[in-house]
Nanobody, 119 residues
């Protein structure tokens, strides 16, 4: 059974940094992409960063220049480096597998990791 496990969240002050990790229980072929989603309180889950086949990355405007997505295929792990964090980044963060240019998640959701940005 495939499984995604997110970690690295926590409480951080505005302007601080966190690095999230997403470990996959199974092998993810390099043809698949990885994405990070977030769900703020009372809002829908949205894709905020993706790394596609060939290492092409995409970001929503709200995180562009502050967040960096990466992956280590040998470890079946994806990362999200978050810098210059803002209170509006507060959310539960999830990762998932992407196919092609689709933003539709391919695997079951993990439990997510809570990120809280507050002074």
């Amino acid at each position: 059974q495939v499984q995604l496990v997110e970690s690295g969240g926590g409480l951080v002050q505005p302007g601080g940094s966190l690095k999230l990790s997403c470990a996959a229980s199974g092998s993810i072929a390099s043809m698949f992409g990885m994405g990070w989603y977030r769900q703020p309180p009372g809002k829908q889950r949205e894709l905020i960063a993706a790394i596609r086949r060939g290492g092409i990355t995409n970001y929503v405007d709200s995180v562009k220049g502050r967040f960096t997505i990466s992956r280590d295929n040998a470890k079946n792990t994806a990362y999200l480096q978050m810098d210059s964090l803002k209170p509006e980044d507060t959310a539960v963060y999830y990762c998932n597998v992407l196919l092609g240019n689709s933003n539709y998640p391919q695997w079951p959701w993990g439990q997510g990791t809570q990120v809280t940005v507050s002074s």
